[in-house]
């Protein structure tokens, strides 16, 4: 049975950093595309960034860009995010995915065959 267990969320201070983790198990994700995404009370879920098979392609939502930054080891079939400079409006539950046939980062959750169960980020002001 695939799994991706996310882990790393809580309470922060504004301007504060965390760093999400996504762990895989069942099936391998090295080949493929990996990605997280977000969602705040009341909104539908959102886009925040991708990573290409190989990590050297990144894609990130522009209210991220030079705050978050999205990582692969896939040695360890695993995909992190590393969030600095919170804010409040970073509140959210994000969820981590992982495609099964695509390569290349992107920003199409329909490109994305599993999904993790959520963790929750608070950022207090």
């Known amino acids: 049975q695939v799994q991706l267990v996310e882990s790393g969320g809580g309470l922060v201070q504004a301007g504060g950093s965390l760093r999400l983790s996504c762990a895989a198990s069942g099936r391998t994700f090295s080949s493929y595309a990996r990605a997280w995404f977000r969602q705040a009370p009341g909104k539908e879920r959102e886009f925040v960034a991708a990573?290409?098979?190989?990590?050297?392609?990144?894609y990130y939502a522009d209210f991220v860009k030079g705050r978050f930054t999205i990582s692969r080891d896939n040695a360890k079939n695993t995909v992190y995010l590393q969030m600095n400079g919170l804010k409040p409006e970073h509140t959210a539950v994000y969820y981590c995915?992982?495609?099964?046939?695509?390569?290349?980062?992107?920003?199409?959750?329909?490109?994305?065959?599993?999904w993790g169960q959520g963790t929750q980020v608070t950022v207090s002001s």
């Open positions: 990573v290409s098979w190989s990590g050297s392609t990144t």
């Open positions: 995915a992982a495609a099964s046939t695509v390569v290349a980062s992107t920003r199409a959750s329909y490109e994305y065959n599993y």
